[in-house]
């Protein structure tokens, strides 16, 4: 399946029963078990195309526009699942490989250390080459978390913590947090023009929540504990009341950023993890509304709808933030 058509199936689901494959966290402190969320590693509508992607002579995962620190952070925990399910020898050596460019990788960002930098622009959220990602850092810490307790001593530990300085900073320091009062979010594009992406801040959530389940310091249980009452707060500003929000985003002409189904249904898992990582009762709750959301018909003629009006919206970059877009948390 070409790039193109992938996007128009994502766009306009012929099949609404996609559902995301998740894990719920074990109540024992300090272990790390597979993974929350599963991934599909094939080239389907709701793959990630790692099965043919390319890879350097290292065995990291390159494909276009080269090392994304993301796609290889999720490609590790994917990894990492098949070596807990079938003691895999192949997924062993691919997930260290993906590993080691994460602990070799980090960067700095003005004083900031530890630093994923992503070497291509994002123009749709108005960040330019060198942005950093809070979910980059929160998948890293995952990975780097796992690796340590496969292979302790090679430096994976150490790499964890460091990926977690960025988090110790709003964005205009160099860091990955949004900040506001009371409110605080992780953004998976850290920069001024802050989209309060959904999933992104929670990807990034469950890393700092399991590094602070090893370490125990202070800082990250604050923030933690910041982040996930303005997530509970928030939730209502994500849910249409027929469907989720992928971010805060408006475009110029006023339209919600909505989710495609495969992002809704990460939401739902999500949401479904959470409640169990914070015993919060409300993610769950919404996970619940969210997840009627599917089959009820009025609302999949929603979706329709709003996904054509988004790609008005793109046509004319009403959906960048150079074209006018802006975000409803100001």
Known sequence: MTPALKRIALAFPSDWSHRRDYVLPSEARGELGPYYIGWDSRAGVFGEDWDGAAHDRQGVLCDAPGYHPIRIAQYALHLHRAILRDDDADARARFFAQASWLRDAQGRRGEVEGVYLFNFPWMKYGAGTGWCSAMAQGEA???????????????????????????????????????????????????????????????????????????????????????????????????????????????????????????????????????????????ARTADRWEAYIDDRGSRR?????????????????????????????
């Open 141 to 283: 810490i995952s990975v780097l978390l796992r690796a340590e307790r496969l292979a302790p001593g090679l430096g994976f530990g150490d790499a964890a913590v460091k990926a977690a300085q960025p988090f110790k900073r709003d964005i205009a320091q160099g860091g990955v947090v949004w900040a506001d009062g009371a409110d605080a979010f992780f953004e998976e594009v850290a920069n001024e023009h802050a989209a309060h992406i959904l999933n992104g801040c929670i990807f990034a959530f469950w890393g700092l929540w399991e590094l602070h389940r090893a370490r125990q310091q202070p800082w990250e249980a604050d923030l933690l504990d910041r982040v996930s009452r303005t997530l509970v707060r928030w939730l209502p500003r994500y849910d249409t009341g027929w469907w989720s929000r992928y971010s805060l985003l408006r475009t110029a002409s006023g339209h919600p950023h909505v989710a495609t189904l495969k992002y809704h249904a990460f939401h739902l898992a999500q949401l479904r993890v959470l409640a169990r990582m914070l015993d919060e009762p409300s993610f």
């Open 302 to 330: 929603r979706v329709i709808v709003a996904t054509a009006v988004s790609l008005y919206d793109r046509a004319r970059a009403y959906d960048t933030v150079a074209g006018g877009a802006r975000a409803d948390v100001a």
